[in-house]
């Protein structure tokens, strides 16, 4: 079900790395691939799509892409999540099973409608 909008404090359940084939980010243009094949694929093309639980509210998706401009909401939830962030770089796997704070909103998608999105994440 929608998430409610507010603060919630949620579980990191599952990480997924996916890639983009073909030129856009959905169903039939992203698939889910291994962490060797995530390693090599193009830095704009690939994004860490995470499962967060509200527990009794149900789940929320978080998409983190790894192209140049979206780095620093990667590197805020890695920080919320207490992933060790080091010059060599990080590992994402760190940050299941974390508990992180959210906050959730409702905005307006002249495309699809109304869509449900973390507007800020925090250490709890």
């Known amino acids: 079900g929608m998430i409610p909008d507010g603060d919630h404090v949620v579980l990191v359940q599952k990480l997924e790395r996916q890639v983009k084939v073909g030129d856009k980010w959905n169903k039939d243009g992203t698939k889910t691939v291994p962490p060797e094949e995530f390693a090599v694929a193009e830095r704009d093309c690939k994004r860490l799509h995470f499962t967060l639980m509200i527990t009794g509210k149900g789940s929320i998706w978080h998409d983190l892409y790894l192209g140049e401009k979206s780095l620093p909401f990667l590197k805020n939830f890695m920080e919320a999540t207490g992933v060790n962030i080091t010059k060599d770089g990080f590992d994402p796997d760190e940050a299941v099973g974390k508990q992180v704070g ?14 449900t999105q973390i507007t800020k994440v925090w250490k709890v």
């Open 102 to 115: 959210i906050n959730v909103a409702t905005k307006e998608d002249p495309t699809y409608g109304a869509q």
